[in-house]
């Protein structure tokens, strides 16, 4: 099983739906949990970081933590094409490294 | 406030050749990562330096090394070049460790073995 496993889509949503992003991953020590948004021949940003259980809202963004389950998800309200990019979920595995999902690329259509 | 810069940008080697990639971290942060991207496998961590010590490495071979200087500034370097070491390489700067808080990334530097 790999350490962070992301759907690697593409994953296509209408412009002003909710687009929702999963992620499952290995290690159930794990504390901190991050999204990196990546656009096509950019550098990874971080929009989102996540430490507990239950959900975290920034502006449009709404990150969702499960501990139990080893899940973590996105979720991007009033999806803009500006959303559209590779998101890349992203653990502390065993609180030492940053691991990396592959990523899944999100297009959204006008 | 500059960002992370990385040297150079696009670079073409042949197999065998070595190569040396440059990382200048933002200032003020300590730790600076390295990870390889390809299409297929995303990123892979490298290694971290933090204050000029190794502060973890990441699965692959001894071909890959890097260093730290005081000022924090940082070097890879890739012997005996493989065509399988094409990729883009990207440093990551931070104030405290990689696994605190949030990585600043440069643009990358684009190695292309023939």
């Known amino acids: 099983q790999k350490e962070v496993e992301q759907n690697s889509g593409p994953l296509s949503v209408p412009e002003g739906a909710i687009a929702s992003l999963n992620c499952t991953y290995s290690?159930?020590?794990?504390?901190?949990f991050f999204w990196y948004r990546q656009y096509s021949g950019k550098s990874p940003e971080l929009i989102m970081f996540?430490?507990?259980?239950g959900d975290k809202e920034d502006g449009r963004f709404t990150a969702q933590l499960n501990k139990a389950s080893q899940y973590v998800s996105l979720l991007i309200r009033d999806s803009q094409p500006s959303d559209s990019a590779t998101y890349l979920c992203?653990?502390?595995?065993?609180?030492?490294?940053?691991?990396f999902g592959t990523g899944t690329r999100l297009t959204i259509i006008p | 406030k500059a960002g992370v810069t990385q040297t150079p940008r696009y670079l073409i080697k042949t197999r065998g050749q070595q190569v040396t990639l440059s990382c200048s971290p933002i200032?003020?942060?300590?730790?600076v990562s390295w990870y390889q991207q390809t299409p297929g496998q995303g990123l892979q961590f490298l290694f971290e330096?933090?204050?000029?010590?190794?502060?973890n490495k990441g699965n692959f071979p001894g071909r890959f090394s890097g260093r730290q200087f005081s000022n924090s500034r940082s070097e890879m370097n890739v012997s005996t070049l493989e065509l399988g070491d094409s990729a883009l390489y990207l440093c990551?700067?931070?104030?405290?460790?990689?696994?605190?808080?949030?990585?600043?990334f440069g643009e990358g530097s684009r190695l292309t073995v023939l």
């Open positions: 290690d159930r020590g794990s504390q901190s």
């Open positions: 990551a700067s931070s104030v405290g460790t990689s696994n605190t808080g949030e990585l600043f």
């Open positions: 200032s003020g942060h300590r730790s």
């Open positions: 330096y933090f204050s000029e010590t190794q502060r």
């Open positions: 992203v653990n502390n595995f065993g609180n030492e490294k940053l691991t």
């Open positions: 996540i430490y507990s259980n």
